[in-house]
């Protein structure tokens, strides 16, 4: 049964529309005083109400500042300002502060029952959109087949299974490529938070202001192009788990904000002076030595210790040779398959190949290797020449003809790709073959669409 709360200023003016909702299955809560509304909103009731009717006359608040409060508490509460005929202005100012529509008195029952129902409906279909994008971020990596055979690899996921079920937040160290996302996407699945959301941020890709606005959301108004109350990924992930890739990267400034969360379970909205509690789990990542962070004062030690209450050491690639056979047959299978390419295997010799090699960009640059291999495969097995690396890494480049002349970017743009492909994707070398930080590069690769 939906739930409408009435402000007005007396008792007889709300006696008609809670007589008319009631007879409309409507649950009804009545308040003569602004103040006596944001006291209930306090409580856990709040949660109960759909839709906020207030006059724009109060006896003890000014009515736009009633409004600014609920939306300060809950941004996404629908209010209907209810109007005489000498208060119209106030009710269109209203409007533009963010309440949801007016209605003139006396209110014919048509009138206001139809708005109610549009409302209901609007809400319905917004948390249906929510819906659906948390289905879409569950369906991400968690999905994913995890292969492996070393047995320092299965230690490592007995760990990860161990963890899951406890609440405890968790660090996953490890090279870049070696399946940190694909970890914590696990950690999320087999923990009882598995049926809730998880969410996921690269804390490098994006500046400061941009980060914090993504993660804490932020209100209508809090700086310039934002008109609407835009949710955070830590609300978004209330209840589930939120990833927290690329940490080692985040500035002071952030960390204290992130360490606000942890501790605190509560977040402010950028723009907003009211705190919400949410439940989160936390589950971080970094190829960044973040001992050494601490030490060297770059990364808050309780900050540190608050995320790093189990660690997840994922070794790189080179050290569990047995998994790059299994692993490109895993990936083989996959790309064939979605590229609808018929492939019988790898043969011998460049087996032998990726079995030698170092792979500086772990599991996913070997995914990138086999996935290379098939779009440029005209035979039916994968044969050394179409690999990337060992022996062919050495020829020569084809003397250059006369190359078109292009812009900087454009050059900037090939020459990140070059150097990324080189390396296997292995960020952190990439950055520093440019001479470019690790957080510029992850700018450049989303600017670029590298990936
Ligand atoms: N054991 C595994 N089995 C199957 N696929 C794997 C395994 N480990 C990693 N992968 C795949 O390799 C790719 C890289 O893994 P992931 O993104 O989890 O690594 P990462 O450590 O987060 O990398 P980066 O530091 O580059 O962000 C993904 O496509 C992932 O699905
Ligand atoms: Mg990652």
């Not at 809670?18 to 909103?41: C, W």
């Not at 080179?318 to 295997?345: D, Y």
Request: proline fraction near 4%; aromatic fraction near 6%.
């Amino acid at each position: 049964m939906p739930t409408i709360w009435i402000c007005d200023d007396e008792a007889e003016k709300l006696r008609y529309p809670e007589k008319l909702l009631r007879g409309s299955g409507y649950r009804v809560e009545t308040f003569s005083r602004g103040a006596d509304l944001l006291k209930r909103l306090e409580t856990a009731e709040a949660a109960t109400c759909d839709i906020v009717l207030q006059s724009v006359c109060l006896p003890d608040m000014d009515a736009l500042l009633l409004l600014k409060q609920l939306h300060g508490r809950n941004p996404d509460l629908p209010v209907i300002f209810l109007t005489g005929h000498g208060t119209i202005n106030e009710a269109v100012q209203a409007i533009k502060e963010g309440a949801y529509d007016y209605i003139t008195k006396p209110f014919p029952r048509e009138k206001l029952l139809g708005v109610l129902e549009r409302v209901l409906d609007h809400r319905r279909l917004a948390n249906e959109n929510l819906q659906l994008r948390k289905e879409l971020r569950r369906g991400g990596s968690r999905t994913e087949t995890m292969v492996f055979r070393s047995a320092r690899f299965r230690e490592v996921y007995d760990l990860t299974l161990q963890v899951a079920e406890s609440d405890a937040n968790i660090m996953i160290l490890g090279e870049s490529g070696t399946g940190k996302e694909l970890i914590a996407g696990t950690i999320h699945a087999n923990s009882q938070r598995a049926g809730r959301p998880f969410v996921s941020i690269n804390c490098a890709a994006l500046p400061d202001t941009l980060l914090e606005s993504q993660l804490f959301g932020h209100v209508r108004g809090a700086f310039t192009g934002a008109v609407i109350n835009q949710k955070g990924l830590i609300e978004e992930a209330d209840g589930g788990t939120l990833f927290l890739d690329e940490i080692g990267d985040v500035s002071p400034a952030m960390q204290a904000k992130l360490l606000r969360v942890i501790q605190e379970k509560d977040f402010i909205a950028v723009g907003s002076t009211c705190s919400k509690k949410v439940d989160v789990r936390f589950v971080a990542a970094t190829n960044k030595d973040l001992q050494r962070e601490v030490a060297e004062g770059r990364f808050r030690e309780d900050l540190y210790y608050r995320l790093n209450v189990i660690t997840i050491d994922l070794p790189p690639l080179r050290q569990r040779r047995e998994e790059i056979e299994p692993l490109a047959q895993h990936f083989l299978k996959n790309c064939t398959k979605r590229m609808k390419k018929e492939l019988r295997g790898i043969d011998k010799d460049a087996l032998q190949i990726m079995l030698q090699y170092d792979w500086p960009g772990n599991v996913r640059e070997l995914e990138n290797v086999i996935e290379r291999a098939v779009i440029l495969a005209r035979g039916d097995t994968i044969t050394a020449a179409l690999l990337p690396i060992g022996a062919q890494r050495e020829r020569p480049a084809a003397p250059q003809e006369q190359t078109p002349l292009v812009t900087l970017e454009e050059v900037e743009h090939r020459h990140i790709e070059a150097v990324l492909s080189r390396t296997g994707f292995h960020k952190s070398r990439s950055a520093e073959i440019l001479g470019i930080s690790r957080k510029t590069l992850d700018r450049k690769i989303a600017e670029y669409g590298l990936s």
